[in-house]
């Protein structure tokens, strides 16, 4: 069964640095690609990025480079999500998917990991 | 930046069909997707390929696509169907792909 399970919520300030993960299970990890997707309170759904494990071959949307980086490890068949510096604009549910295939969509999702970030 | 434009609300009674759209410029040379998304849960992929279902999906759900334009449609609606819908494709010539900005169906 394919399953990918994100870390706990976290609460920041601003300023602090955070990253969050995602581990995958049930299939060939280094073989799918996996993206990251933002939803901001009672907001809609906002594509970030998506990386390749096996290589790390990284894509952003032009909304989110320079703002995060995502990474993976592929010996622990875990993606992440990471912020430097937290904006209290940050503060969102982060979904981590699996890419179907070569086709342009996520066929399986992450439950989510909540960021708030507050004073 | 590219964008999918949904109707932020549809509502239909029990029984009757909804029908949400889904417009975007590239629509005509890239595949689109929908979601379901309930509160508080993850979104479920109910359609990929402009119109083939999941396997688990029912067949009341379905899709098609004409020209720049992609429509959501769920026969026989059921109160289990209320839920946030989101479109979501590829930019034509780019990388990035992009969500449209869901659509509430509401069941009376």
């Known amino acids: 069964e394919v399953q990918l399970v994100q870390s706990g919520a976290e609460v920041r300030k601003p300023g602090e640095s955070l990253k969050i993960s995602c581990k995958g299970s049930g299939y060939s990890f280094t073989n799918y690609w996996i993206g990251w997707v933002r939803q901001m309170p009672g907001k809609g759904l906002e594509w970030m990025g998506i990386?390749?494990?096996?290589?790390?071959?990284?894509r952003y949307s032009p909304s989110f480079q320079g703002h995060v980086t995502i990474s993976a490890d592929k010996s622990a068949n875990t993606a992440y999500l990471q912020w430097s510096s937290l904006k209290a604009s940050d503060t969102a549910m982060y979904y981590c998917a699996r890419r179907g295939g070569s086709l342009y969509y996520f066929d399986y999702w992450g439950q989510g990991t909540l960021v708030t970030v507050s004073s | 930046s590219y964008e999918l434009t949904q109707p932020p609300s549809v509502s239909v009674s029990p029984g009757q069909t909804a029908r949400i759209s889904c417009s975007g410029d590239?629509?005509?040379?890239?595949?689109a997707y929908w979601y379901q998304q309930k509160p508080g849960r993850a979104p479920v992929l109910v359609i990929y390929?402009?119109?083939e279902r999941p396997s688990g999906i029912p067949e009341r759900f379905s899709a098609s696509s004409s020209g720049t334009t992609v429509t959501l449609t769920i026969s026989g609606v059921q109160a289990e169907d209320e839920a946030d819908y989101y479109c979501?494709?590829?930019?034509?010539?780019?990388?990035?792909?992009?969500f449209g900005g869901g659509t509430k169906l509401t069941v009376l």
């Open positions: 979501q494709s590829k930019e034509g010539s780019g990388t990035s792909w992009v």
């Open positions: 990386i390749y494990p096996d290589d790390s071959d990284t």
């Open positions: 590239a629509l005509p040379k890239q595949f």
């Open positions: 390929k402009d119109s």
